[in-house]
């Protein structure tokens, strides 16, 4: 079991490009999660799924969007990136929302 | 507002020694309260959760103690190794009046751990 996967791993991006941070997990998990994380903070929650089809805002969803694939696949859009989304990017998912989460490593986006 | 403090930001001890973290919330009332390592470049990993009725968990030479009392959790690291050089993140999870859906976590930002020889 890889748990919970995450692509791709760093990323570099110039202001106003778009790009897509894929996640998958292998764990039959029902929610889905996308945090971020910056320096001196804790993690904060940008959008979540509940269940395969459905797709709710969290604490700072402004310049995201996600797609809730299939139960597996949950992806995270930036479509015109700006320098204050510059920081590390969470997947995590669980067997329901109240249950433990589970994270994958990581995706690393700096916005020039 | 519902927060979570960790003290002290960072921390170096040496290999060997014990050293304890703690971490102050606000949030109220709540049903349990986490702790994650998370070593540098990967995700954050459970190491114990508490619910509100409980006042201590170990995970080997990782023990937290909760008062709910004084809103205080902290996380004691016994005979230190040089793999416990991480942050180590206390989350706390708000009580919900109805089960389902979505519990939000509010995360502490972190206590960054470096184990020396």
């Known amino acids: 079991n890889a748990g919970v996967t995450q692509t791709p791993k760093f990323q570099v991006l110039k202001t106003g490009q778009s790009m897509t941070l894929q996640c998958a997990q292998d764990?039959?998990?029902?929610?889905m999660y996308w945090y971020r994380q910056d320096p001196g903070m804790g993690l904060r929650l940008i959008y979540y799924?509940?269940?395969?089809?459905?797709?709710d805002k969290g604490e700072v969803p402004n310049g995201y969007n996600v797609s809730r694939l299939n139960k597996r696949e949950f992806s995270l859009r930036l479509e015109s990136a700006a320098p204050s989304q510059t920081s590390v990017y969470f997947c995590a998912s669980s067997e329901a929302g109240e249950n433990e989460q589970f994270f994958g490593p990581g995706t690393r986006l700096t916005v020039l | 507002k519902n927060q979570v403090e960790q003290s002290p930001q960072s921390l170096i001890i040496l290999e060997g020694k014990n050293c304890t973290l703690q971490?102050?919330?606000?949030?109220?009332?709540?049903?349990?309260l986490r702790w994650y390592k998370q070593d540098t470049g990967r995700g954050p990993v459970s190491l114990t959760i508490?619910?509100?009725?409980?006042n201590t968990k170990s995970n080997g030479r990782y023990t937290a103690t909760l008062d709910a009392d004084t809103k205080q959790s902290s996380l004691h690291i016994t005979a230190s190794q040089l793999s416990d050089s991480a942050s180590y993140i206390c989350v706390v999870s708000p009580w919900k009046l109805h089960s389902g859906g979505y519990n939000k976590l509010i995360f502490g930002a972190g206590t960054r751990l470096a184990v020396h020889p």
């Open positions: 508490m619910t509100f009725s409980e």
């Open positions: 799924s509940a269940s395969e089809g459905t797709t």
């Open positions: 971490c102050n919330y606000t949030v109220s009332p709540f049903s349990n």
């Open positions: 764990m039959n998990h029902n929610s």
